[in-house]
């Protein structure tokens, strides 16, 4: 294998590790329903708090985004990840982190308790140390010259985009991506129209509406229209739409409530459609066979709905498959992932 392929390699598996990171922790809930207690679990997370011994509600009563025209968040995202695949039976082992920082501010809380924000990106991170060598990106110091792996981040501060978010902490709509792509473009030092053509259709995979809509929903918990008791858990399925869809078959249960934070914990687990479609980018086509499972916790303020923190840790397991002119290259991947997220008021 050359390394002009290798280097593409190494492009499509950050895309899948991103995607891995941001899309597997939406968070799409329906009426609670009691389920049997959870299989045991190869993840290990800090312990959860133990709740107070001080008296708290029985139930709790269904939860709603309640944000106010003016209300300013900063959120923060940061994972890390631990990568191991098979290339000519050579097994290579990457470490890899990134971030965004972004802030939401809301302009207008409608009629029907919909919330208009506007969300700007203030911060990004990327690193990659393999065998490819070391690749750092840090937009607030950023490098003198960006590495081909780094290109659809570098572009993304100061740029951003609008969207309509329900009581239920649904992301109803997305606007302004057209205006973002071009304010991303702008910012990016393309060495031919090769490269702008590739990384435009990058920036639409990875920040398309529907992709932007699944990653914004990490940071908004959708909630169970009936109220829910300490202890109780409910089920739900989603599905993501980006270039390698994935089905989340997930399990929240309510650990504790003492106001006004309440804590969920979440059990997941993961897997692509081994018929599912084949994606294309730079002239490669490819298409990901994963599977396995995440769990963490997610901490809500009751008075607001929005999420102060979530822990999420995955490992995920298959095989990348990617066809150039005929060639076709079986991969075998191991991602280990952590996944935070940090949420703050400003304003």
Request: net charge negative; hydrophobic share 35%; aromatic share 6%.
């Amino acid at each position: 294998m050359h390394k002009e392929m290798e280097g593409k390699i190494r492009i499509l598996t950050a895309v899948a590790c991103i995607i891995i990171a941001t899309a597997c922790t939406t968070t799409s809930s329906v009426a609670p329903t009691r389920v049997p207690a959870s299989p045991e679990v190869i993840l290990t997370l800090p312990p959860l708090p133990t709740p107070s011994p001080t008296p708290t509600p029985p139930t709790l009563p269904p939860l709603r985004i309640n944000l106010n025209e003016g209300d300013v968040y900063r959120i923060r995202m940061n994972a890390t990840q631990e990568l191991s695949q098979t290339v000519n039976d050579q097994e290579q082992n990457t470490l890899q982190s990134f971030g965004y920082e972004y802030v939401y501010s809301v302009q207008e809380v409608d009629i029907e308790g919909n919330a208009h924000i506007d969300v700007v990106y203030d911060w990004v991170l990327y690193e990659q140390n393999g065998p490819m060598g070391r690749v750092h990106y840090d937009s607030s110091d950023p490098s003198a010259e960006v590495d081909p792996t780094a290109l659809a981040f570098s572009g993304l501060v100061g740029n951003g985009f609008s969207m309509i978010v329900s009581p239920q902490g649904e992301v109803l709509e997305i606007s302004g991506l057209n205006e973002m792509y071009a304010g991303m473009l702008g910012k990016m030092e393309l060495p031919n129209a090769e490269a702008r053509a590739v990384l435009e259709q990058m920036l639409t995979q990875l920040f398309g509406e529907e992709g932007l809509k699944e990653e914004m929903n990490s940071t908004l918990f959708e909630f169970p229209e009936e109220a829910v008791q300490v202890g109780e858990s409910w089920t739900d399925t989603t599905e993501t739409s980006l270039i390698m869809p994935f089905t989340i078959e997930n399990t929240y249960t309510l650990h504790s409530y003492e106001h006004p934070i309440v804590t969920i914990a979440v059990s997941s687990i993961i897997s692509t459609d081994p018929e599912g479609s084949i994606a294309e980018l730079g002239g490669i086509e490819f298409r990901y066979l994963l599977s396995g499972e995440q769990e963490g916790i997610v901490e809500i303020d009751v008075e607001t709905g929005m999420t102060t923190r979530s822990q999420i840790q995955q490992v995920i397991s298959g095989d990348m498959i990617m066809n150039q002119e005929g060639t076709e290259f079986v991969i075998p991947t191991t991602i280990r992932s952590d996944v935070d997220y940090k949420v703050t008021k400003e304003a």
